[in-house]
């Protein structure tokens, strides 16, 4: 056997050297064959490029950033280059038989120039670019305006129908948010109502226990206090139509029914003002040591009397804080309510604007697809390919050097793996 250590360079290049004619013979091989391949064979490749101008609609970029740019950019590309557009312009050219789609999508390449690329974000400038390749100048034109079109109209399409379904949507919601905004506006009215009517209950029996109460002018006479009072608590509390006009806690004018007689003066006592009257008559009377039957039924009248007003201002203090319980409740959710109308009320003004805008959308399209129009407002044609007058492949003399310099390392391989097999065989002495 041979060491392998013993071999020198001077080996490596007896062997070149002895194998040269083999070496240059394959290395020759190669290169007929690339000729061959480039030259006779391979087709030549022209390139030409359709530019897009991407200027989304004004409301459309309320609120977007660069960030959404390039989301938005990276999805018409993927758009451009799908399989079923591919499939649609070869179909629009005629080459259904003559080409396959998975050729065609090689020759099809979309590019986005980037204006800004950072570890944070990466912003596309506005311009997309159709690359097409083919065999002739004026394929190349063609396929890539072809593609254009086609594409302007795909985009047409789906907003279109986007569009379509973006205004469904939005007059459903409208039609919703309206039911609620009123549903809200009557629960509203009504609960401002009842709080307006407990605030006014409320007033009329303070002044029932310590208040002032006016009666109405064409309707004085002369009737006791208290039987207007009782009419006045008993009518507050079921509702009657006695009160004709209410000012403030200290000022209501009510109407006495003409069978209760007259009053002495408009001016009505509440009962903690009565039970004064009552409590200083008890203390006039029994100051002056009464004795006679007379004196003393008034002094137990009296005394009765102010027994009934205490329980009577106690009923009526009870009732008022049950009221203002039930005033700071109703309070409460009439501000939530008024919060929830003006919510909504802005909601509303702002998908109204949006329906608004979105029906403005749809009509535009609408009339552009009965117009048979291939037009946008937010992607345009920037420049229409043109058929170039040189090809971009292939490279015929770099090809076959590239093939000779393959062939010259292949058989140079080739001749020591012989070599070494010559030696390996040959017996040790």
């Known amino acids: 056997m041979v060491d392998k250590n013993q071999i020198q360079l001077i080996d490596y290049l007896r062997v070149i050297k002895t194998k040269s004619p083999f070496i240059l013979g394959g290395t020759l091989l190669f290169m007929v064959i690339a000729a061959i391949y480039f030259w ?12 897009l101008l991407n200027i989304p609609a004004k409301y459309q970029k309320i609120n977007t950033d660069a960030t959404s740019n390039s989301l938005t950019m990276n999805a018409l590309k993927n758009l451009i280059e799908s399989k079923d557009l591919i499939a649609a312009v070869r179909k629009k050219l005629g080459w259904e038989n003559s080409v396959k789609l998975d050729d065609l999508t090689k ?3 979309v590019r986005l120039l980037i204006e800004e690329d950072t570890n944070i ?12 390749q083919a065999q002739t100048g004026k394929d190349a034109a063609t396929l890539a305006n072809t593609w254009a079109e086609l594409f302007i109209q795909r985009y047409n399409e789906l907003t279109r129908e986007v569009s379509s379904q973006n205004f469904d949507f939005l007059t459903t919601e409208y039609a919703t948010l309206e039911q609620q905004l009123k549903a809200k506006q009557s629960d509203f009215i009504q609960y401002q109502e009842q709080l307006n009517f407990m605030k006014r209950r409320q007033d009329s029996m303070r002044n029932l226990v310590s208040g002032y109460l006016q009666s109405s002018p064409t309707n004085s006479g002369n ?22 006009m209410y000012k403030s806690r200290s000022n209501i004018n009510v109407d006495i029914p003409p069978t209760t007689g007259l009053l002495e003066s408009n001016h009505l006592i509440g009962y903690e003002g009565q039970l004064q009257d009552i409590e200083l008559k008890i203390k006039e009377l029994e100051a002056r040591k009464i004795d ?42 009439v501000s939530s309510l008024d919060r929830e109308v003006a919510a909504l009320q802005s909601k509303y003004i702002l998908l109204a604007k949006r329906k608004e ?15 048979g129009l291939i037009y946008s407002e937010d992607i345009k044609i920037a420049s ?3 058929a170039p007058d040189k090809k971009i492949g292939p490279k015929r003399a770099i090809g076959t050097l590239v093939a000779g310099i393959i062939g010259c390392i292949l058989f140079t391989l080739i001749a020591f793996i012989q070599n070494y097999i010559a030696l390996a065989s040959k ?3």
């Open 107 to 109: 020759s099809m390449q």
């Open 121 to 132: 974000r990466k912003t596309y400038a506005p311009i997309i670019e159709l690359y097409a």
């Open 384 to 386: 229409y390919a043109v």
């Open 357 to 371: 805008e979105a029906e403005l959308e749809k009509a535009r399209l609408d009339h552009m697809t009965k117009s």
């Open 40 to 51: 006779g064979i391979c087709k030549p490749v022209y390139e030409a490029k359709t530019s």
């Open 223 to 244: 009737i006791p206090s208290q039987n207007v009072v009782d009419m006045m608590r008993e009518q507050e509390l079921k509702g009657e139509d006695y009160v004709t």
């Open 292 to 333: 006679t039957p007379g004196e003393l039924a008034e002094l137990s009248a009296a005394k009765a009397r102010k027994t009934e007003l205490i329980v009577k201002i106690k009923s009526l203090k009870k009732d008022i804080e049950q009221i203002k319980n039930t005033v700071t409740t109703l309070d409460t959710k």
């Open 427 to 429: 017996p040790t002495e």
